[in-house]
């Protein structure tokens, strides 16, 4: 089955890549060479960093990503080419020296020091084949600029411009980076970013000169843990996008690394699903402020000595997929398991756009279905309209839905206590309604969040309208399930 953002093309993800690694041990004496801490290091990680962080986490949500960046011949880029290979379909543009590692080395979760070496920057020269078929095929694309070229390339802005007005176009600027294309649907500062461009102190007059300089049809500010400014350009306004559920964060130090990466990625999944700017940004604060609440970058990294990352990707649907099993992977994997459920009757664009957000919280995501026998006695005898077994087998075969479990009860209360999930995830629309199965989430040390739906989908509007012969678009309701 393909998917509608399928159909609309990959997204493709186009900036400057470098090498992280994550040196973690334990410093209890000092060298006697120099009054320096000695580490003894307990664990060694490796992520891909910059914009190959970006690619990898779009990856996880499922979509088919394509990464155009500039990779060095050397050992740095053959580690970096081998964590994204089994994820991401990587474009290689030509780099002007060495690939870029920063290597970051912690004591007992704080911080020692950072060490950078390479020196390369993105080569200007003809963008290859296979650079320009995939911006060609895109259904969005993100310009994750690290200031290292390659946003900056003739050959890459030349060939964004054509597409410019037909699909969107996010850019994640960077202070050492050139101005954004014209004509972007969104543009993702954060305050400090905005702040140099500007000039301006404010968010909301930052986001007003920044639509006028950068001629982009939206500026999302990001103002850290208070969630984003928003200002559209046509009509001009200004809307402050709060975070709606805040996460409890645990003791420790809070991890932001990476958090404006996946706040760029959110807002350009949800713009490549149909969603506007207000709805993108709106689940870009929600998915950022849990991407930290969840470790961020370092989250990602994997123990050295394997160099895959296991994002739990699926590449090929399986026909059915035991809910049971897929718990009790991610478990041994010491991953987050993402579940949320509902009827899934006539399935719509409301519910992919909800299950790709759901999938992007987690290392896998299980759906609760409704059984037949459920299904009517919460929507009446006519329904459902398809089968329990062909519902289930439709999920299954979506990228973003690694297991199905058919419940028979009014909730899902007892299969979620079996599941256990770490995060049970519901739409928006539910956040004045009494949820039975919260208590029982949270009983087995999981949360509840609610995720924004697309407004105008629902499946009893959908059979509605097939019993008579009403427009689509007419007295639609925010319902997805």
Known sequence: MVT??????????????????????????????????????????????????????????????????AIGND????????????????????????????????AGEVPLLRVDSGSGRAR??????????????AGAILVADYGR????????????????????????PHPRGPAPVRGCALVTPNAAEARLSSG??????QGRRLCANWHTRAVAVTIGGRGAVLTEADPLRTTHLPLLDSPK????????LGA?????????LALLDGADAREAVQAAVFSAAHFVHEGGASAVSTVSGSETIDLAVRTEPAETTDAFEVATRVRRTGGRLVATGGCFD??????????????????????????????RRAKGPGRPVVPQQDRAAVLNALAAVDGVAIFEEKTPAALLARLEPDIWVKGEDYADRILPEADVVERVGGRVVLLPVMPGYSTTHLVRTARTDHHPSDDLSQEVS
């Open 4 to 69: 509608p953002s399928a159909r609309r093309g990959p997204l493709v993800v186009l900036g400057d890549s470098m090498l992280d690694i994550d040196i973690e041990g334990e410093a209890s004496r000092l060298s006697p060479e120099a009054p320096v801490p000695v580490v003894d290091v307990t664990r060694q990680r490796r992520r891909p960093g910059g914009a190959g962080l970006a690619a990898l986490l779009a990856a996880g949500s499922g979509h088919d990503v394509i990464l155009l960046t």
């Open 75 to 106: 050992d740095h880029g053959d580690a970096l080419r081998n964590l994204l290979a089994d994820h991401v379909d990587v474009r290689p543009l030509p780099l002007h020296g060495s690939t870029v590692c920063k290597c970051r080395v912690a």
């Open 124 to 137: 200007r020269a003809a963008l290859p084949p296979g650079a320009a078929s995939a911006l060609a095929s």
């Open 149 to 172: 070229g390659v946003a900056s390339l003739p050959a890459i802005r030349q060939a964004l411009l054509p597409g410019m007005s037909s699909l969107p176009v996010i850019w994640d």
């Open 200 to 205: 301006a102190e404010h968010p909301a007059e």
């Open 249 to 256: 964060l645990g003791p420790g130090r809070l991890d932001t």
């Open 260 to 268: 404006g990466d996946q706040f760029a990625v959110a807002a350009a």
């Open 346 to 375: 006539l399935l719509h664009r409301g519910h992919i756009s909800l299950l790709n957000q759901a999938r992007a919280l987690g290392d896998a995501l299980v759906v609760c279905l409704n059984s037949d026998e459920s299904v």
